[in-house]
Protein backbone atom coordinates (compact mmCIF):
# COMPACT_ATOMS: atom_id res chain seq x y z
CA UNK A 1 0.00 0.00 0.00
CA UNK A 2 2.99 2.42 0.90
CA UNK A 3 6.18 3.04 -0.80
CA UNK A 4 7.87 5.04 1.82
CA UNK A 5 10.38 8.12 0.98
CA UNK A 6 13.38 8.92 3.20
CA UNK A 7 15.75 11.10 1.56
CA UNK A 8 18.97 11.33 3.16
CA UNK A 9 21.49 14.24 3.43
CA UNK A 10 24.40 14.21 6.39
CA UNK A 11 22.00 12.69 9.24
CA UNK A 12 24.66 10.13 10.52
CA UNK A 13 23.49 10.31 13.80
CA UNK A 14 19.58 10.61 13.50
CA UNK A 15 19.10 7.59 10.47
CA UNK A 16 19.64 4.71 12.29
CA UNK A 17 16.61 5.80 14.93
CA UNK A 18 14.80 6.93 12.33
CA UNK A 19 15.04 4.03 10.15
CA UNK A 20 14.59 1.70 13.15
CA UNK A 21 11.21 3.62 13.99
CA UNK A 22 10.18 2.73 10.28
CA UNK A 23 10.95 -1.00 10.76
CA UNK A 24 8.76 -1.43 13.99
CA UNK A 25 5.34 -0.33 12.33
CA UNK A 26 2.55 -2.54 12.64
CA UNK A 27 1.67 -2.45 9.14
CA UNK A 28 4.74 -4.06 7.55
CA UNK A 29 3.28 -4.25 4.24
CA UNK A 30 5.66 -1.29 3.00
CA UNK A 31 8.27 -0.68 0.13
CA UNK A 32 11.20 2.15 1.38
CA UNK A 33 13.27 4.13 -0.81
CA UNK A 34 16.32 5.71 0.60
CA UNK A 35 18.17 8.68 -1.62
CA UNK A 36 21.58 9.31 -0.50
CA UNK A 37 21.74 13.39 -1.73
CA UNK A 38 25.43 13.29 -1.77
CA UNK A 39 25.86 12.80 1.90
CA UNK A 40 29.72 13.49 3.24
CA UNK A 41 29.08 12.36 6.68
CA UNK A 42 28.75 8.42 6.57
CA UNK A 43 25.00 8.96 6.27
CA UNK A 44 24.90 6.11 3.17
CA UNK A 45 26.82 3.69 4.76
CA UNK A 46 25.29 4.16 8.36
CA UNK A 47 21.66 3.91 6.80
CA UNK A 48 22.68 0.24 4.55
CA UNK A 49 24.05 -1.49 7.96
CA UNK A 50 20.49 -0.34 9.45
CA UNK A 51 18.86 -1.51 6.52
CA UNK A 52 20.96 -4.96 5.81
CA UNK A 53 18.63 -7.97 5.37
CA UNK A 54 15.02 -6.18 4.99
CA UNK A 55 14.29 -6.66 1.69
CA UNK A 56 11.39 -4.07 1.64
CA UNK A 57 14.59 -1.20 1.98
CA UNK A 58 16.44 0.16 -1.13
CA UNK A 59 18.85 2.46 -1.28
CA UNK A 60 20.24 4.80 -4.04
CA UNK A 61 22.89 7.76 -4.30
CA UNK A 62 23.20 10.66 -6.32
CA UNK A 63 25.22 13.95 -6.73
CA UNK A 64 23.85 16.30 -4.25
CA UNK A 65 20.94 17.96 -5.82
CA UNK A 66 18.64 18.98 -3.22
CA UNK A 67 15.66 17.29 -1.03
CA UNK A 68 12.69 17.98 -3.38
CA UNK A 69 15.14 15.87 -6.58
CA UNK A 70 15.64 13.46 -3.90
CA UNK A 71 12.22 12.79 -3.01
CA UNK A 72 11.31 13.05 -6.71
CA UNK A 73 13.68 10.49 -7.25
CA UNK A 74 12.47 8.16 -4.87
CA UNK A 75 8.76 8.71 -6.61
CA UNK A 76 9.89 8.14 -9.90
CA UNK A 77 10.90 4.84 -8.06
CA UNK A 78 7.92 4.00 -6.09
CA UNK A 79 5.32 1.79 -7.12
CA UNK A 80 2.78 1.50 -4.57
CA UNK A 81 -0.18 3.44 -4.49
CA UNK A 82 0.69 5.73 -1.92
CA UNK A 83 3.95 7.56 -1.14
CA UNK A 84 4.30 8.06 2.58
CA UNK A 85 7.45 10.82 3.39
CA UNK A 86 9.59 10.28 6.20
CA UNK A 87 12.49 12.78 6.81
CA UNK A 88 15.84 11.06 8.40
CA UNK A 89 16.22 12.94 11.21
CA UNK A 90 12.56 12.32 12.30
CA UNK A 91 11.05 9.39 13.67
CA UNK A 92 7.42 7.80 13.51
CA UNK A 93 5.13 5.70 16.36
CA UNK A 94 4.46 2.30 15.62
CA UNK A 95 1.14 2.87 14.61
CA UNK A 96 1.33 5.16 11.79
CA UNK A 97 1.15 3.40 8.58
CA UNK A 98 -1.53 1.19 10.77
CA UNK A 99 -3.51 3.95 11.12
CA UNK A 100 -3.37 6.12 7.77
CA UNK A 101 -4.32 2.62 6.09
CA UNK A 102 -7.40 2.62 8.45
CA UNK A 103 -8.67 5.90 7.16
CA UNK A 104 -7.29 5.83 3.41
CA UNK A 105 -9.52 2.51 3.08
CA UNK A 106 -12.42 4.80 4.79
CA UNK A 107 -11.48 7.47 2.14
CA UNK A 108 -10.25 6.17 -1.04
CA UNK A 109 -10.55 9.66 -2.74
CA UNK A 110 -8.20 11.00 -0.43
CA UNK A 111 -5.04 12.14 -2.51
CA UNK A 112 -3.76 13.59 0.52
CA UNK A 113 -3.39 12.73 4.21
CA UNK A 114 -1.65 13.83 7.38
CA UNK A 115 -1.80 12.74 11.12
CA UNK A 116 -1.05 15.26 13.95
CA UNK A 117 2.83 15.86 14.74
CA UNK A 118 4.92 16.88 17.58
CA UNK A 119 8.46 19.38 17.21
CA UNK A 120 10.50 17.95 19.57
CA UNK A 121 14.12 18.60 20.64
CA UNK A 122 15.71 15.74 22.65
CA UNK A 123 12.52 15.08 25.19
CA UNK A 124 11.26 18.69 25.15
CA UNK A 125 8.06 19.27 22.80
CA UNK A 126 8.55 22.65 21.08
CA UNK A 127 5.06 22.36 19.42
CA UNK A 128 1.86 19.99 19.20
CA UNK A 129 -0.28 20.52 16.01
CA UNK A 130 -2.89 18.31 17.91
CA UNK A 131 -3.84 21.51 20.15
CA UNK A 132 -5.50 22.97 17.05
CA UNK A 133 -8.94 20.11 17.84
CA UNK A 134 -9.28 17.56 19.82
CA UNK A 135 -7.20 14.19 19.17
CA UNK A 136 -7.92 11.76 17.82
CA UNK A 137 -10.45 13.53 15.61
CA UNK A 138 -10.76 13.04 11.83
CA UNK A 139 -11.12 16.15 9.32
CA UNK A 140 -11.95 15.50 5.62
CA UNK A 141 -11.71 18.33 3.56
CA UNK A 142 -11.64 20.99 6.24
CA UNK A 143 -9.16 22.04 9.13
CA UNK A 144 -6.31 22.69 6.75
CA UNK A 145 -6.33 26.35 6.40
CA UNK A 146 -7.90 27.42 9.07
CA UNK A 147 -5.22 25.60 11.41
CA UNK A 148 -2.92 27.27 9.50
CA UNK A 149 -4.08 30.63 10.12
CA UNK A 150 -4.25 29.72 13.98
CA UNK A 151 -0.57 27.98 14.78
CA UNK A 152 2.55 29.38 14.31
CA UNK A 153 3.41 26.30 12.39
CA UNK A 154 1.79 24.32 9.21
CA UNK A 155 -1.05 21.80 9.96
CA UNK A 156 1.11 19.51 8.63
CA UNK A 157 4.94 17.82 8.37
CA UNK A 158 6.05 16.20 5.25
CA UNK A 159 6.95 13.40 7.69
CA UNK A 160 3.20 12.93 8.74
CA UNK A 161 1.86 13.40 5.19
CA UNK A 162 0.87 10.47 2.80
CA UNK A 163 0.12 11.57 -0.59
CA UNK A 164 -1.40 9.86 -3.56
CA UNK A 165 1.36 8.70 -5.88
CA UNK A 166 -0.51 8.95 -9.38
CA UNK A 167 -2.02 12.51 -8.14
CA UNK A 168 1.84 13.56 -7.23
CA UNK A 169 2.85 13.00 -10.34
CA UNK A 170 0.38 14.21 -12.54
CA UNK A 171 1.00 17.41 -10.36
CA UNK A 172 4.47 17.49 -11.04
CA UNK A 173 5.74 16.42 -7.39
CA UNK A 174 7.96 19.05 -5.66
CA UNK A 175 9.59 21.64 -7.19
CA UNK A 176 13.13 21.21 -7.49
CA UNK A 177 14.38 24.73 -7.67
CA UNK A 178 13.23 25.57 -4.13
CA UNK A 179 15.33 25.01 -0.83
CA UNK A 180 12.26 25.81 1.46
CA UNK A 181 8.29 25.62 0.97
CA UNK A 182 8.40 23.08 -1.70
CA UNK A 183 6.49 20.50 0.64
CA UNK A 184 4.29 23.19 1.21
CA UNK A 185 3.46 24.32 -2.60
CA UNK A 186 3.70 20.63 -3.71
CA UNK A 187 0.45 19.99 -0.77
CA UNK A 188 -1.81 22.85 -1.76
CA UNK A 189 -1.18 21.96 -5.70
CA UNK A 190 -3.30 18.47 -4.58
CA UNK A 191 -5.63 20.01 -1.98
CA UNK A 192 -6.84 21.73 -4.95
CA UNK A 193 -7.60 18.75 -6.84
CA UNK A 194 -8.35 15.95 -4.32
CA UNK A 195 -10.05 15.54 -0.93
CA UNK A 196 -7.77 15.75 1.95
CA UNK A 197 -7.79 14.01 5.50
CA UNK A 198 -6.40 15.45 8.64
CA UNK A 199 -6.23 12.60 11.75
CA UNK A 200 -5.85 14.47 14.86
CA UNK A 201 -3.38 12.17 16.43
CA UNK A 202 0.80 12.63 16.97
CA UNK A 203 2.14 9.86 15.20
CA UNK A 204 5.34 11.93 14.48
CA UNK A 205 7.94 13.39 16.41
CA UNK A 206 9.95 16.03 14.02
CA UNK A 207 13.28 16.66 15.43
CA UNK A 208 14.90 20.10 15.72
CA UNK A 209 18.17 19.06 17.53
CA UNK A 210 20.31 20.22 14.37
CA UNK A 211 21.94 23.44 14.87
CA UNK A 212 22.42 23.66 10.83
CA UNK A 213 18.72 23.71 9.85
CA UNK A 214 17.11 25.89 7.96
CA UNK A 215 14.77 27.63 10.92
CA UNK A 216 17.97 28.04 12.80
CA UNK A 217 20.10 29.20 10.01
CA UNK A 218 18.31 30.34 6.96
CA UNK A 219 20.38 30.60 3.83
CA UNK A 220 19.80 32.64 1.22
CA UNK A 221 18.74 29.57 -1.18
CA UNK A 222 16.20 28.91 1.62
CA UNK A 223 15.24 32.90 1.76
CA UNK A 224 14.56 33.35 -1.60
CA UNK A 225 12.61 29.53 -1.75
CA UNK A 226 9.70 30.93 1.30
CA UNK A 227 10.02 33.98 -1.54
CA UNK A 228 8.66 32.58 -4.00
CA UNK A 229 5.71 30.62 -1.65
CA UNK A 230 4.78 33.90 -0.56
CA UNK A 231 4.57 35.05 -3.94
CA UNK A 232 2.60 31.67 -4.70
CA UNK A 233 0.63 32.13 -1.73
CA UNK A 234 -0.80 35.77 -2.09
CA UNK A 235 -1.08 34.95 -6.05
CA UNK A 236 -3.71 32.08 -5.12
CA UNK A 237 -5.82 34.47 -2.35
CA UNK A 238 -7.94 36.06 -5.07
CA UNK A 239 -9.77 32.48 -4.95
CA UNK A 240 -9.18 31.35 -1.51
CA UNK A 241 -9.08 34.04 1.23
CA UNK A 242 -7.97 32.36 3.81
CA UNK A 243 -4.50 32.52 1.85
CA UNK A 244 -4.19 35.98 2.03
CA UNK A 245 -4.01 35.70 5.93
CA UNK A 246 -1.56 32.46 5.55
CA UNK A 247 0.46 35.00 3.20
CA UNK A 248 0.67 37.56 5.53
CA UNK A 249 1.73 35.44 8.43
CA UNK A 250 4.82 34.29 6.13
CA UNK A 251 5.60 37.92 5.20
CA UNK A 252 6.07 38.33 8.96
CA UNK A 253 8.18 35.24 9.02
CA UNK A 254 9.99 36.36 6.13
CA UNK A 255 11.29 39.49 7.44
CA UNK A 256 12.73 38.05 10.67
CA UNK A 257 14.61 35.13 8.29
CA UNK A 258 15.92 38.30 6.53
CA UNK A 259 16.84 39.77 10.00
CA UNK A 260 18.38 36.21 11.62
CA UNK A 261 20.60 36.42 8.37
CA UNK A 262 21.86 39.84 8.58
CA UNK A 263 20.58 40.41 5.35
CA UNK A 264 20.44 44.39 5.40
CA UNK A 265 19.67 45.36 1.99
CA UNK A 266 17.15 42.37 1.40
CA UNK A 267 15.44 43.45 4.78
CA UNK A 268 15.15 47.37 3.46
CA UNK A 269 13.85 45.94 -0.01
CA UNK A 270 11.57 43.37 1.65
CA UNK A 271 10.52 46.54 3.64
CA UNK A 272 9.67 48.82 1.16
CA UNK A 273 7.66 45.67 -1.20
CA UNK A 274 5.89 44.58 2.17
CA UNK A 275 4.97 47.30 3.91
CA UNK A 276 1.03 46.78 4.06
CA UNK A 277 1.61 43.24 5.00
CA UNK A 278 3.54 43.53 8.40
CA UNK A 279 2.27 43.89 11.69
CA UNK A 280 4.03 46.97 14.10
CA UNK A 281 5.64 44.61 15.96
CA UNK A 282 7.42 42.79 13.50
CA UNK A 283 8.48 46.77 11.86
CA UNK A 284 9.48 47.77 15.09
CA UNK A 285 12.14 44.58 15.04
CA UNK A 286 13.28 45.14 11.62
CA UNK A 287 14.01 48.73 12.59
CA UNK A 288 15.70 47.61 15.40
CA UNK A 289 17.61 45.42 13.19
CA UNK A 290 18.78 47.84 10.63
CA UNK A 291 19.90 50.39 13.92
CA UNK A 292 22.18 47.58 14.85
CA UNK A 293 20.66 47.77 18.12
CA UNK A 294 18.41 44.51 18.15
CA UNK A 295 20.90 41.79 19.03
CA UNK A 296 22.37 43.98 21.50
CA UNK A 297 18.94 44.54 22.86
CA UNK A 298 17.58 41.06 22.83
CA UNK A 299 21.54 39.94 24.96
CA UNK A 300 20.55 42.67 27.77
CA UNK A 301 16.83 41.35 27.98
CA UNK A 302 18.83 37.69 28.78
CA UNK A 303 20.94 38.86 31.16
CA UNK A 304 18.14 40.81 33.12
CA UNK A 305 15.94 37.47 32.81
CA UNK A 306 18.43 35.71 33.87
CA UNK A 307 18.98 38.00 36.95
CA UNK A 308 15.64 37.49 38.05
CA UNK A 309 15.44 34.11 38.39
CA UNK A 310 15.22 32.49 41.59
CA UNK A 311 18.72 30.93 43.08
CA UNK A 312 17.75 27.23 43.32
CA UNK A 313 17.87 25.48 47.09
Request: charged share 25%; net charge neutral.
Amino acid sequence: MFCVVIPLYNKRQYVTSCIATLRAQKHEDFEAVIVDDGSTDGSGAVARAAIAGDARFVIVSQANSGVSAARNRAIGIATRPYVAFLDADDLWTDNHLSLAAQVLRMHPDAGLYSSGYRIVRGDEVLFDSTRFAPQGRCLVNKGFFEAWISMDETPVATSSTIVDRKLLVETGAFPADLALGEDLLTWLKIIERSTYVLVNTPTVNVRHDDPHSLSRAPSMAAIEGHKRLIDVLTAMASERAELGVIARKHNRIHCHMLMECRSRSDLVQFLRSHSGALDLRTWSMALLELAGVRTGLRRMYRRIAAGNRLPST
